[in-house]
């Protein structure tokens, strides 16, 4: 069996629907894990899909993704813009890192403006709220070759 896409949520991502809805909407985070592990499936992938508050969670899941995951999406939340950490431990997994914000964090505060993910994320996804996460899993796809033959199965059934 194909190691999942460990998807990992920062601080605050458990308060989504109640947290200042106008800018990261109404959808849950059991939304977005429901809509991923949609997407996954549909893509012919699994995915491990975790949140937590706390850096040294976070650092502590990365460093076994080096051996338990195929690639990592993160939505560090405020991590993104102050953890080195998180840039280490994403650098030492050696895995493709594709990072996810529901908000456009470049059309808010200019500290926002700022990520420690993106140097060694192969791509960022940013402002169409959980839709990010989906599109997160058909990058890891593509990048992966399953999302091609996932499409071509899928034309065979239907």
Same mark, same amino acid.
Request: proline share 4%; glycine share 8%.
């Given at each position: 069996?194909?190691?999942?896409?460990?998807?990992?949520?920062?601080?605050?991502?458990?308060?989504?629907?109640? $947290?200042?809805?106008?800018?990261? /909407?109404?959808?849950?985070?059991?939304?977005?894990?429901? @809509?991923?592990? *949609? #997407? !996954?499936?549909?893509?012919?992938?699994?995915?491990?899909? $975790?949140?937590?508050?706390?850096? /040294?969670?976070?650092?502590?899941?990365?460093?076994?993704? @080096?051996?338990? *995951? #195929? !690639?990592?999406?993160?939505?560090?939340?405020?991590?993104?813009?102050?953890?080195?950490?998180?840039?280490?431990?994403?650098?030492?997994?050696?895995?493709?890192?594709?990072?996810?914000?529901?908000?456009?964090?470049?059309?808010?505060?200019?500290?926002?403006?700022?990520?420690?993910?993106?140097?060694?994320?192969?791509?960022?996804i940013c402002g169409?709220?959980?839709?990010?996460?989906?599109?997160?899993?058909?990058?890891?796809?593509?990048?992966?070759?399953?999302?091609?033959?996932g499409l071509a199965?899928?034309?065979?059934?239907?």
């Amino acid at each position: 069996m194909a190691k999942p896409i460990l998807v990992l949520n920062g601080p605050n991502l458990n308060m989504l629907g109640v $947290r200042e809805p106008a800018v990261y /909407g109404a959808e849950t985070l059991e939304d977005v894990r429901q @809509r991923t592990e *949609a #997407a !996954a499936r549909k893509a012919g992938l699994e995915v491990d899909f $975790r949140q937590t508050n706390h850096e /040294g969670e976070l650092v502590t899941w990365i460093q076994e993704a @080096r051996q338990t *995951a #195929a !690639a990592i999406i993160i939505n560090a939340g405020a991590y993104t813009h102050t953890s080195i950490a998180l840039l280490d431990a994403l650098t030492a997994s050696e895995l493709p890192v594709v990072e996810v914000h529901l908000s456009n964090i470049y059309r808010r505060e200019p500290f926002r403006h700022t990520s420690y993910i993106s140097p060694v994320a192969v791509g960022v996804i940013c402002g169409f709220g959980p839709k990010g996460y989906e599109l997160a899993v058909e990058a890891v796809a593509a990048m992966s070759g399953t999302l091609a033959s996932g499409l071509a199965a899928d034309r065979k059934q239907g």
